[in-house]
């Protein structure tokens, strides 16, 4: 528990040990976290109600692997160091960027393996130019702080960040919640959506969009934080009845409060450096989506 004392000195007129640690330091972290941790579980549910794939997340599509090649690029170009918000800038360009060639690829009117399987292909060349600028970079010190970077943290984040990369992640919130009702008609198969008034491009188009705003500005500003997408919406379906509308509903506290726990957990499992956010959300993610494969399996 917070003793009131802080909480009162942390919002006093006056500057305080206290107060610059919780406004500089803890708050923004944590609305950061909640933030970040509610756009990935929205868009992992509805990714996984659109493509109707257990294992769809958001990194399926691109957005994650594109905006971290543009926040690299940020780094690669020396642009970070002159220009403070060159890094979360290019991470938003990069998922605006992953949009347009997704649907270059796919064209207008795109089937869900043809998403898939595009969204797959841009995920693979941003992962390659990632590793060829951290290969050629010239300054070994550059390739570790992009090296570190990619693995995912809220760690010196500020009030600044949080008013860069939030608006985005609302909007993006805001746009996938939109999309319930025509993912709960999508259920019944894409003929019965049809007859039901769902036009399958404008959904698409809703869910791609929602999912690189809320996507690309989390790594614009945190880095690669996987998993939280594909862990979230499995641990909450059972609890809203199967319905893709109510699990968006749930999902974005779920993520929240799932990103928050590991975000404090990273402050206090080792007494050396602190462990990324990214890392460990990989080392809960990895089994559980190894457990699911299985599950799967069994099942059919």
Not at 174 to 192: F, H, K, R, W, Y
Request: no cysteine; glycine share 12%; aromatic share 6%.
């Amino acid at each position: 528990m917070i003793p009131v004392g802080v909480i009162h000195e942390a919002f006093a007129e006056f500057d305080t040990a206290y107060g610059v640690i919780i406004r500089e330091l803890r708050l923004p972290r944590a609305i950061l976290a909640m933030a970040i941790g509610a756009g990935l579980g929205v868009a992992g549910a509805a990714l996984q109600g659109l493509l109707r794939n257990p294992l769809a997340e958001p990194g399926l599509i691109g957005v994650s692997g594109t905006a971290a090649l543009g926040a690299v690029i940020a780094f690669y170009s020396g642009l970070s160091v002159t220009f403070p918000f060159a890094l979360p800038a290019g991470g938003m360009i990069g998922a605006l960027i992953s949009v347009v060639l997704l649907y270059m690829l796919a064209g207008r009117d795109p089937s869900v393996l043809t998403l898939i399987l595009a969204g797959v292909a841009i995920s693979a060349l941003a992962g390659a130019l990632t590793t060829l600028a951290l290969n050629l970079s010239p300054n070994p010190y550059a390739a570790f702080e992009i090296f570190f970077w990619l693995m995912g943290s809220l760690a010196d984040r500020s009030l600044n960040h949080v008013a860069l990369a939030v608006p985005f992640i609302t909007v993006g919130i805001v746009l996938l919640m939109t999309t319930g009702p025509s993912l709960d008609a999508l259920t019944l198969g894409e003929d019965v959506a049809q007859s039901l008034g769902v036009r399958l491009s404008g959904l698409q188009a809703r869910v791609i969009i929602g999912t690189a705003l809320a996507v690309g500005a989390s790594v614009s500003v945190a880095g690669v934080i996987g998993f939280v997408g594909l862990v979230v919406p499995h641990l909450l379906r059972h609890a809203v009845g199967q319905s893709p509308s109510r699990l968006l509903i749930v999902s974005a506290p779920g993520g929240a409060a799932l990103t928050l726990a590991a975000d404090t957990a990273v402050r206090f499992l080792t007494n050396g450096p602190e462990l990324h956010l990214g890392v460990l959300t990989a080392l809960i993610g990895a089994p559980f989506f190894l457990g699911l494969v299985l599950k799967i399996r069994r099942e059919g």
